[in-house]
């Protein structure tokens, strides 16, 4: 199956760039989500939760999804949007702004950690793609 993973985190971007397309989003989760909204809008599949884990949006600033992107169609129009994927990166964009992110995390240390689970959540979600 075709995809990408779409991700801030640069933890998961060296991971998995040598043997996965992946796109690195220079920015906050926000910037990911809103990066996800678009590309579902123009057709692509979320291959996994945007809010996957016990993680909220306003916890972590790391954030790694899979896409699989659509095939071009033949006449150049735009594939259908998935409505499913729609729904579900509507509401992790609207979950962000709902939550107030009260600090933003600068610590190295806590940053590392929060790198190393997101990589792990993504970890899991690439086993499962690509079985």
Do not use: W
């Amino acid at each position: 199956m075709k995809y990408i993973i779409l991700t801030n985190n640069p933890l998961a971007e060296d991971e998995f760039k040598e043997t996965h397309d992946v796109e690195f989003v220079d920015g906050k989760l926000i910037d990911v989500l809103i990066k996800a909204r678009d590309m579902v809008n123009c057709g692509a599949v979320l291959l996994n939760h945007p809010l996957y884990g016990s993680v909220k949006p306003n916890e972590t600033p790391y954030r790694s999804l899979l896409i699989k992107c659509p095939a071009e169609p033949a006449d150049g129009s735009f594939p259908a949007a998935d409505p499913e994927s729609v729904r579900l990166i509507g509401n992790a964009v609207n979950a962000f702004r709902k939550f107030i992110v009260k600090k933003e995390i600068t610590n190295p240390s806590l940053l590392e950690d929060f790198q190393v689970v997101d990589l792990s959540l993504l970890k899991s979600a690439v086993a499962a793609a690509d079985r």
